[in-house]
Structures are given as C-alpha cells and as structure tokens.
C-alpha cells in the first residue's frame, strides 16, 4: 500500500494544496518526540524537494529546538475530505528566525511580505523521501474554516507582548533545550 518517491511531483502537490491541515514531527534523541497541528494555509512547497512554513507564537517552540539539536522533521498530511491517502515528507530542517536576512527573503518571495502578527520563524524542510499510504483508518471530517482565536490572542497580546511570551515560553524546549531563538 505505501509507496515511495524521491520528490514532490505534480499530483501530490494537489493533493498537498487540497488539505486544511498537516501535522510535523520532530525529535532527538533521549528526549520527547513533538506532533503538532498547523494550517496549511501558512505552507509552500517551493521546489520537489523544498517545503518552507511560517510557523507563529505557540505555547512552546519544540520544533524549534529539535531542528539546533537534531534537524530531523517529518510533515504529515491525512485526507479528511475525497478519497482516502496519507502523505509524509521526511527529511532534514532548519530555523530561519525573524531577524535573518534569509527570513525576510522568503517572507517576500512567498508570502508576498505579509507577516502575520506572532510570526516567529520559517520552518525549512530539505525533503528526502516521500511516501503515500492508504488512509484508509482516516475518519472523514468536513472543514468548518480557520479557528480565529490565534490572531485574537496576537491581536490582544501586541508585539511587546508577543516578545515578552516568546521570552518566557520560547527559548527553552519543554526538555530544556535551548530553541535559538534569540541567538544572534
């Protein structure tokens, strides 16, 4: 059932550009392993081999620490509407933090420089391996729309804020690795 690609060709990218959300995966040895839910509304596949992501202020920043310590990340997407199939991308990621030059290049060649107040970092993937499989323990869901409650607490938090939270809550994984996010 599960198959295997070297790359992102063009019927898995409309699959990936068909999905509400994916899920990333990351850990390193001797500690947690992190899942989290984003929107894929914050996503782009930029090449067959490239995945980028602009991930905002959470509870935590594990991803984050992970992609210092380790660099492993899988992304994962399950069709919860139309036929059934599961897709990964595995490979190695990194941190592109918000005062980088790297940063503010892909926020304006994808993103078209709209930075969505809490943007804290893009996430890289460098993918090596691809692999579908069935889904067919997926249970159907039918997408309602985006929860606005993330942009509420930016919104009401402000950048001063936000900075102050990613102090507090975001330089240290929940393992107690450091996350870089203040680094340089």
């Not at 990333?24 to 040895?29: K, L, M």
């Not at 992190?34 to 081999?49: D, F």
Request: with cysteine; net charge negative.
């Amino acid at each position: 059932m599960a198959k295997q690609f070297s790359s992102i060709d063009d019927r898995l990218r409309d699959f990936i550009a068909r999905q509400h959300i994916f899920f990333t995966a990351s850990a390193t040895a001797n500690f947690r392993v992190n899942v989290s839910p984003r929107e894929t509304l914050c996503l782009r596949i930029i090449s067959p081999n490239t995945a980028i992501y602009l991930d905002r202020t959470g509870s935590g920043n594990e991803t984050s620490a992970h992609m210092k310590a380790d660099g492993r990340l899988t992304i994962m997407f399950c069709a919860m509407e139309g036929p059934p199939m599961i897709l990964r991308l595995y490979g190695r990621g990194r941190i592109m933090h918000r005062a980088s030059p790297e940063y503010r290049e892909l926020l304006h060649d994808h993103y078209a420089g709209d930075e969505p107040l809490g943007a804290r970092q893009i996430v890289w993937l460098d993918i090596d391996l691809v692999q579908t499989s069935c889904g067919f323990g997926v249970p159907l869901f039918s997408y309602e729309g985006e929860r606005p409650s993330l942009d509420q607490w930016a919104k009401a938090k402000g950048p001063d804020g936000i900075e102050e939270y990613r102090r507090e809550k975001n330089a240290l994984s929940m393992d107690g690795l450091p996350t870089g996010l203040f680094d340089g």
